[in-house]
């Protein structure tokens, strides 16, 4: 928890330094003077903003990594639905026509093009971000250069915008993306990997910006190519400043990390701008709403840091607030919503399981719920399909209307394979071993120490009590005889879908 909350605190400062990039007046120009500082905004937290979208995407990725196929797929299904969705809210942002580069329809591209790189390791991830970084940026400015005689970023027409042409090129600030991944596999909870951090980033940032500043100051023509290709300044895009504000990104991003890590206080203390990175895309938006209301002059042509400081005060309040009572901001909720992989169903069961388990198509509704069988179900007289022989309709059981079933008829022929009895017209019964009685030709049932009918020659059996309840239905011409309800039958499977 601590590690996510160092990157939200990361993610949050990238947030204010939009901010001053779009809004802020610089009054003094000293270092330690109150604007003197607001040059380091200038394509800087951009770039922060890349590299931990690269982070997001080791945590989206990290019960899958590395050798979970299934869930590697999941996750690339999600990637792949999350680009579709910023790219075209980002044109609906930039159709507000505001003087700001929306990053986001880069950022869809910026994701696709790391899809190839979920599985590799942090080694792999990061020699092939130190390629992108000397080789990309020479094929992003020369293209521009060969197009339109100049390295100058520019709107176009998408992809090619998002690709080459604009702020943010995607094939050259893929190696933000990939810096980020592979310290997302990190563990940032440790300490070691913090300071290591920090020290790999001053590094970097001393290497890109002191060596590309004494190429181009070295240079005769500082307006041509060559020094189009050695520049350090912010956009600028060549090897040299994407190396520095990598080193950049890598120093707030081990900083915030150690301070929320080590230092508790430090962590509550810093809860709105946790917050405020909590919900980058959310108040990402509504800041560029917030620039369309005043107007293009307040970027262009400031007055006063007014504005600046009522944008950043209503952000720190709603963010808190948010966060801590709703928790996850409203954009980032609905486009989890909208991203999410579906659950799938549960197979039906067979029988079902107990009260209020899963039921089955046109199963009987019982106590428990649909779907669950009651423990007694009526049944009409003479079972689910009704009294026999009475030449109506058959009665409804439980599953519908039940075949018509009649008694065999004296004189109806016999039925196949069973001689007919030499008296009465009806099939013989199969001989089981018994001798024959001797008055009615049935076969005599063994003997079980009761005495013989004296007329009908079956043994004698005490008659049971009668227990309480339904009577049965009877031959015709005798009292119905009272029983026991007969047992419903046990409900036939569904049939195959």
Not at 158 to 164: A, D, F, K, Y
Request: hydrophobic share 45%; net charge positive; aromatic share 10%.
């Amino acid at each position: 928890m601590n590690r996510i909350v160092g990157v939200d605190t990361a993610r949050g400062l990238a947030v204010l330094g939009m901010f001053v990039a779009h809004l802020g007046m610089e009054r003094h120009v000293g270092f330690f003077t109150p604007t003197g500082w607001f040059f380091v905004a200038d394509g800087r937290p951009s770039a922060l903003f890349a590299l931990l979208a690269g982070i997001g995407l080791a945590f989206m990725t990290r019960r899958a990594y590395p050798d979970d196929l299934a869930g590697l797929r999941v996750q690339r299904t999600r990637i792949i639905k999350r680009s579709a969705i910023l790219f075209v809210f980002g044109w609906f942002l930039t159709f507000l026509l505001t003087p700001v580069a929306v990053i986001l329809p880069s950022y869809a591209f910026l994701f696709l093009l790391a899809l190839p790189f979920l599985r590799l390791r942090p080694t792999a991830v990061f020699a092939w971000a130190g390629a992108a970084v000397l080789v990309m940026p020479q094929v992003v400015l020369l293209t521009r250069w060969v197009l339109f005689s100049s390295t100058e970023p520019r709107f176009d027409v998408p992809p090619i915008g998002e690709l080459l042409t604009g702020y943010y090129p995607a094939l050259s600030w893929t190696a933000y993306l990939l810096v980020g991944l592979g310290v997302g596999r990190l563990p940032m909870q440790r300490i070691k990997v913090q300071v290591a951090l920090i020290c790999a980033g001053i590094s970097a940032a001393a290497v890109g910006y002191g060596a590309g500043y004494v190429l181009w100051s070295g240079l005769d023509d500082q307006n041509g190519l060559a020094a189009s290709l050695t520049s350090v300044e912010a956009h600028s895009g060549t090897t040299f400043e994407m190396a520095g504000n990598i080193g950049v990104g890598l120093v707030v991003l081990g900083l915030c990390l150690l301070v929320t890590t080590q230092v508790k206080a430090l962590r509550v203390l810093l809860t709105p701008i946790s917050a405020t990175g909590a919900m980058s895309l959310t108040v990402y938006s509504l800041h560029i709403v917030y620039i369309r209301i005043l107007g293009d002059e307040a970027v262009w042509y400031p007055q006063s840091n007014w504005p600046l400081i009522a944008l950043i005060v209503g952000t720190f309040v709603f963010a808190t607030l948010w966060q801590l009572t709703l928790g996850r901001g409203p954009l980032e909720r609905l486009i989890n919503r909208m991203i999410r992989p579906r659950q799938p169903q549960a197979p039906q069961q067979w029988p079902p399981a107990g009260p209020g388990g899963p039921a089955w198509s046109g199963a009987p509704t019982g106590p428990g719920g649909p779907g669950v069988q009651p423990a007694y179900v009526p049944v009409p007289a003479g079972g689910p399909y009704g009294p026999p022989g009475q030449g109506g309709p058959p009665a409804a059981g439980p599953y519908g209307q039940a075949p018509q079933h009649q008694a065999p008829q004296h004189g109806a022929p016999p039925p196949p394979g069973h001689p007919a009895h030499p008296q009465y017209g009806q099939p013989a019964l199969p001989q089981t071993g018994h001798p024959a009685h001797p008055q009615n030709g049935q076969p005599a049932l063994p003997q079980t120490g009761h005495p013989a009918h004296p007329q009908y020659g079956q043994p004698y059996q005490p008659a049971p009590a009668a227990p309480a309840g339904p009577t049965r239905p009877a031959p015709s011409g005798q009292q119905p005889v009272p029983g026991p309800p007969p047992v419903p039958p046990y409900p036939p499977a569904p049939p195959p879908r």
